[in-house]
């Protein structure tokens, strides 16, 4: 999958344009508090919804789409925190009618690595649009110059800079 090409950087887009992005780090939070998403988080050693998963500790992010809601494991780094939100929101952009008619199509977020193939394409597309948003080829620009450039040693502190996992940082560059 080549997220540079991916349609839904259409939206992702769209939503920076919103949000008048300038510059670095997007704050999922402040985006979905705009968007009238309610994010909660849960602990995975504790069970206290009864509509989460029972595979609560490798799940990094739950929504319930009727109810606006995101459910966050509270255990995981900020980093991850921010993909989690991004993809789970790119669920709600891009494919909430379908899963509200059919739940059976959504799957809670877990950890695989990027670029998967065995993932249902509302995950990928999901990914490709967290990375869009969280990445804007805007920032990229000389984070891909310099990677071409020096290689990647000079340029591997991007995802701090914009705050995401190291894995999506590089799967955004490389793709
Ligand atoms: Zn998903």
Same mark, same amino acid.
Do not use: W
């Given at each position: 999958?080549?997220?540079?090409?991916?349609?839904?950087? #259409?939206?992702? &887009?769209?939503?920076?344009?919103?949000i008048s992005y300038n510059e670095g780090y997007v704050n999922m939070e402040k985006i979905l508090i705009d968007y009238g998403k309610n994010i909660y988080?849960? &602990? %995975? +050693?504790?069970? /206290?919804? #009864?509509?989460? +998963?029972?595979?609560?500790? &490798?799940?990094? @992010? =739950? +929504? $319930? $789409?009727e109810e606006n809601k995101i459910a966050i494991n509270e255990s995981i780094p900020i980093e991850d925190i921010q993909y989690a939100l991004? =993809?789970?929101?790119? =669920?709600f952009i891009l494919h909430k009618e379908k899963f509200i008619k059919n739940f059976n199509l959504y799957n809670p977020l877990t950890r695989? %690595?990027?670029g998967k193939?065995?993932? +249902?394409? $509302?995950?990928?597309?999901?990914?490709? $649009?967290?990375? &869009?948003?969280?990445?804007?080829?805007?920032?990229?620009?000389? *984070?891909?110059?310099? *990677? #071409? /450039?020096? @290689?990647? =040693?000079?340029?591997?502190?991007?995802?701090?800079? *914009?705050?995401?996992p190291e894995e999506l940082f590089r799967y955004k560059l490389l793709n």
């Open positions: 999958m080549l997220i540079f090409d991916c349609k839904t950087k #259409k939206e992702a &887009n769209k939503i920076l344009k919103e988080l849960f &602990n %995975p +050693s504790q069970k /206290t919804d #009864k509509k989460l +998963s029972d595979d609560l500790p &490798n799940i990094l @992010g =739950h +929504s $319930f $789409f991004a =993809h789970e929101f790119g =669920h695989y %690595p990027l193939k065995d993932i +249902s394409i $509302f995950d990928k597309e999901a990914d490709c $649009f967290a990375a &869009n948003l969280l990445l804007p080829d805007k920032d990229m620009k000389l *984070f891909r110059y310099t *990677f #071409k /450039t020096y @290689g990647y =040693h000079k340029c591997s502190y991007g995802n701090k800079y *914009f705050r995401v």
